[in-house]
């Protein structure tokens, strides 16, 4: 098994070995056919169904994901902005605050890219938002 999905054959087309020893259906015995046409239709209206079906599933996937990443990076920008607000105020040193805007500000744009759709750059900006955030939270 190399990984890959399509490694294995699925269980319809593996080949049993009483399966494989006999012999073939005589006219007799095989079930009756529709026409040579009608397979062909219903195998490409089949086939047309599944790939909007397919597209439409990856469509609200992507809608979805965009709207996590939208509303995370909006999330963590208002909670870095509330921490840096609070951490003005009190007896923290500078570098605290300034830390905590700058996490929200690399949120922000996490949101502002995952609005857009670049969903993995939106993760990848989250992290790094909280991690700057998380460095003020160790300068406190």
Same mark, same amino acid.
């Given at each position: 098994?190399?990984?890959?999905?399509?490694?294995?054959?699925?269980?319809?087309?593996?080949?049993?070995?009483?399966?494989?020893?006999?012999?073939?259906?005589t006219?007799?015995?095989?079930?009756?056919?529709a026409?040579?046409?009608?397979?062909?239709?219903?195998?490409?209206?089949?086939?047309?169904?599944?790939?909007?079906?397919?597209?439409?599933?990856?469509?609200?996937?992507?809608r979805?994901?965009?709207?996590?990443a939208?509303?995370?990076?909006?999330?963590?920008?208002?909670?870095?902005?509330?921490a840096?607000?609070l951490?003005?105020?009190g007896?923290?040193?500078?570098? +605290?605050? +300034?830390?905590?805007?700058?996490?929200?500000?690399?949120?922000?744009?996490?949101?502002?890219l995952?609005?857009?759709?670049?969903?993995?750059?939106?993760?990848?900006?989250?992290?790094?938002? +909280?991690?700057?955030?998380?460095?003020?939270?160790?300068?406190?």
């Amino acid at each position: 098994m190399s990984g890959r999905p399509d490694s294995d054959l699925t269980p319809d087309t593996q080949t049993s070995p009483d399966t494989a020893e006999r012999a073939p259906e005589t006219t007799e015995d095989a079930p009756e056919r529709a026409p040579e046409d009608a397979p062909e239709d219903l195998s490409e209206a089949d086939d047309q169904h599944d790939d909007e079906h397919d597209d439409d599933l990856l469509e609200e996937q992507a809608r979805r994901a965009r709207w996590a990443a939208a509303g995370t990076g909006i999330v963590l920008a208002l909670a870095g902005t509330a921490a840096a607000l609070l951490r003005v105020s009190g007896t923290a040193p500078a570098l +605290v605050p +300034v830390a905590y805007a700058c996490g929200a500000a690399v949120c922000a744009l996490a949101a502002v890219l995952g609005a857009r759709g670049r969903t993995r750059r939106a993760l990848w900006a989250a992290v790094a938002g +909280v991690m700057i955030m998380a460095l003020g939270d160790q300068f406190d």
